[in-house]
């Protein structure tokens, strides 16, 4: 049932992409309003996933997790019933305070799964967000098609609310709690430092880079972020706990997600254009959204049977391996994508495909691997927390990936002829670079995971890892 929440919630994140062409005539509006559909949910989800992982330490992290199901049903009714931008965007900033669900779910498997299943059971929790991934596109692509747009949020509300019975009905409630007060200082500080940073970061190649909104947004963000976490370090029971942060492993384990976080949303953005790109261009593969997503699809299920391949890893050699071997074979997958765009292979169905399961592998590692490492340095009562800080560090990788991803691609582009008119995509040497980029990312998480102390077997709940 948790990992069916974690798999709804994921879906949110990805059932709009099919949506983006179209959107401005859906909700009367500009391509540049309509864009903001993607950045307030990835906005509000990465304000949400922390605060949501300390109040579900605070006062019990089932009704947390129904509290985000209940989010998501509503901004998806809200979001079906709209036909304007402001309506819309609401619904989707409800639909990005679920994101935390994944992060809270690891901390209630924690609680109440059993010693011996505890490494699967957080890795299959873990992965449930590539799985939702992965059938988010073709699942919204084939309802937007063959039924309505508005359909699409009236099954996502459907699931969410079914999700969050399941849960109310099945999940039990955590006896461990950490109880005290909120620090709303805090929480007001840490959305003020994040907002003033990612804002920048997605919008930054639309504003330009050194745009005076940009420029001002990024020095709040210096200011804000200095002052909270001066605030956090005197506040009597801050948000989120800066001892536990610093440890070196939990800093490490949150660089690798970063870094991971990146190189795993440039493989949802640079090969799905490849494919869907017409013949005529470089690279182009000339396939329907349906078809090149159904070509992505096995990233997600690779990624989910993996996990179980990374608690059998971490249980023989340790998480900083399981973490270690992600990163590398995802630096593998791009090795492929490069050999593809620049030779001896071609781009193609088979080339993509292979490039995805080899993501979907070092994911699953990767990703499985992460709370095993942080639920080691962290007491039990600030397990949620420290999920949640870890699922933002994630975020932030995904972030930076749709803004350098995004600024490489269209920085080098080709004007190619068509049936339908001259059409504008980016070159084989845009995707190269993507490529490298994305190699260099998985080296900076193999060093963070092999930095990490390499301690005497240590053990969560009777777990060793």
């Known amino acids: 049932m948790l990992c069916a929440a974690g798999i709804v919630v994921s879906l949110m994140q990805t059932i709009i992409v099919p949506l983006i062409p179209a959107l401005p005539q859906l909700i009367h509006t500009s391509a540049s309003n309509s864009s903001w559909a993607l950045t307030v949910t990835m906005l509000v989800?990465?304000?949400?996933?922390?605060?949501?992982?300390?109040?579900?330490?605070?006062?019990?992290?089932?009704?947390?997790?129904?509290?985000?199901?209940?989010?998501?049903?509503?901004?998806?009714?809200?979001?079906?019933?709209?036909?304007?931008?402001?309506?819309?965007?609401?619904?989707?900033?409800?639909?990005?305070?679920?994101?935390?669900?994944?992060?809270?779910?690891?901390?209630?498997?924690?609680?109440?799964?059993?010693?011996h299943r505890l490494g699967p059971s957080v890795g299959a929790m873990s992965a449930s967000l590539g799985v939702g991934g992965a059938l988010g596109l073709p699942f919204a692509a084939v309802v937007a098609e063959q039924?309505?747009?508005?359909?699409?949020?009236?099954?996502?509300?459907?699931?969410?609310?079914?999700?969050?019975?399941?849960?109310?009905?099945?999940?039990?409630?955590?006896?461990?709690?950490?109880?005290?007060?909120?620090?709303?200082?805090?929480?007001?500080?840490?959305?003020?430092?994040?907002?003033?940073?990612?804002?920048?970061?997605?919008?930054?190649?639309?504003?330009?880079?050194?745009?005076?909104?940009t420029v001002g947004l990024f020095i709040v963000f210096l200011v804000v972020t200095a002052l909270w976490w001066r605030w956090e370090r005197r506040a009597a029971e801050p948000l989120i706990d800066l001892t536990v942060l610093t440890r070196r492993p939990v800093m490490l384990t949150n660089i690798a997600s970063v870094a991971t976080g990146f190189a795993f949303y440039a493989s949802q953005m640079a090969p799905i254009q490849l494919l869907m790109a017409p013949t005529s261009t470089p690279g182009g593969v000339g396939m329907s959204m349906v078809a090149a997503s159904l070509v992505l699809m096995p990233l997600g299920l690779v990624m989910f049977g993996f996990s179980y391949v990374s608690s059998w890893l971490t249980e023989r050699r340790g998480a900083r391996v399981s973490l270690a071997t992600g990163g590398a074979i995802i630096g593998v997958a791009y090795l492929v994508f490069i050999?593809?765009?620049?030779?001896?292979?071609?781009?193609?169905?088979?080339?993509?495909?292979?490039?995805?399961?080899?993501?979907?592998?070092?994911?699953?590692?990767?990703?499985?691997?992460?709370?095993?490492?942080?639920?080691?340095?962290?007491?039990?009562?600030?397990?949620?927390?420290?999920?949640?800080?870890?699922s933002l560090m994630r975020a932030v990788g995904t972030a930076m990936s749709t803004a350098v991803v995004g600024m490489v691609l269209t920085a080098s582009t080709v004007s190619t002829r068509t049936p339908q008119g001259s059409i504008s995509t980016p070159s084989i040497g845009a995707y190269t670079v993507t490529g490298v980029i994305c190699i260099a990312m998985t080296v900076i998480a193999v060093v963070a995971a092999l930095s990490i102390p390499r301690d005497r077997p240590r053990r969560i709940d009777d777990v060793a890892v």
């Not at 006062?59 to 009714?77: P, T, W």
């Not at 765009?341 to 990703?367: D, I, K, N, Q, T």
């Open 45 to 115: 989800g990465a304000v949400a996933t922390p605060i949501a992982g300390r109040v579900g330490d605070m006062i019990g992290k089932r009704l947390v997790m129904i509290v985000n199901m209940v989010a998501v049903a509503a901004g998806s009714v809200v979001c079906a019933l709209s036909t304007a931008l402001a309506p819309f965007l609401i619904g989707r900033a409800l639909q990005g305070v679920g994101i935390g669900t994944i992060a809270v779910g690891i901390s209630i498997i924690r609680d109440i799964v059993p010693a």
């Open 339 to 390: 050999l593809a765009l620049e030779g001896p292979w071609h781009v193609g169905r088979l080339s993509m495909l292979l490039m995805g399961c080899l993501v979907g592998m070092g994911l699953g590692l990767a990703y499985s691997s992460m709370p095993a490492l942080i639920m080691a340095a962290t007491p039990v009562g600030q397990t949620g927390e420290a999920n949640g800080v870890n």
């Open 147 to 213: 039924i309505s747009w508005h359909a699409l949020f009236w099954i996502s509300a459907a699931t969410a609310l079914a999700s969050g019975l399941a849960v109310r009905a099945y999940i039990p409630e955590s006896s461990t709690r950490s109880g005290g007060r909120f620090d709303t200082v805090g929480a007001l500080g840490l959305t003020a430092s994040l907002t003033s940073f990612l804002l920048p970061v997605s919008k930054g190649a639309e504003w330009g880079w050194t745009a005076p909104p």
